[in-house]
């Protein structure tokens, strides 16, 4: 299983995400996932790109198609043993997809060296105001919809940072102590 698996993923997926965990590691029940499952799916609507809505839909029809009780399941109903298969084949696709969408629905955000120094731009796309957190500093700017900052620094091209999504914005946590430098697009220098 992938370590951070969740770290990219919007509050809400990551909700689902951890209750598919539960289930596919058994530690609750096909019945207990089924009673959990709709809330939290619910809470996924108009979050998903059409790629990731498909592979929640399937999700659902699976889950919608399972049967609990032996004398009552039909021929078309999953018991299961069957539903844990299927939710299963759904796992590494959805890593794939929600990783490389839950980022970019309110956040542009592109890598870059070329002769420069490592660095990483950030745009704030479809809400009116976008939070950046840089860590361990404890520094927080607000970008408006459509303002750029450039992020750069060696820890980019080490490894030594995480971008993550958290509530309210992006997070940029540096494991280094290399320089970090924060611009606009006019230049303007932010301190960290």
């Known amino acids: 299983m992938h370590r951070l698996w969740w770290h990219s993923w ?11 965990r539960l289930f596919l590691d058994e530690r609750i029940s096909a019945d207990e996932f089924e ?4 809330p939290v799916f619910s809470g996924q609507q108009g979050l998903a790109s059409q790629e990731l809505y498909d592979l929640l839909q399937a999700i659902f029809y699976a889950v919608e198609d399972y049967c609990g009780d032996p004398a009552l399941r039909g021929e078309k109903d999953l018991d299961e043993t069957e539903l844990r298969r299927r939710i299963e084949a759904t796992w590494e696709p959805l890593i794939a997809i929600a990783s490389k969408t839950s980022l970019t629905r309110n956040w542009r955000i592109v890598n870059s060296s070329g002769d420069s120094e490592p ?12 939070r950046i957190h840089f860590e361990p500093w404890g520094t927080e700017y607000v970008l408006s919809r459509g303002d750029v900052f ?5 820890a980019f091209s080490t490894g030594d940072v995480e971008v993550s999504y958290v509530a309210g914005g ?20 932010f301190p960290i």
């Open 170 to 189: 992006i997070s940029l946590v540096f494991a280094s102590d290399a320089p970090v430098t924060v611009t606009d697009r006019t230049g303007r220098v």
């Open 35 to 38: 009673v959990l499952f709709f």
């Open 10 to 20: 919007t509050p809400p997926l990551i909700q689902l995400g951890v209750l598919l």
């Open 150 to 154: 450039q992020v750069s620094s060696s």
């Open 119 to 130: 660095n990483v731009s950030l745009s704030c796309l479809a809400d009116e105001q976008c």
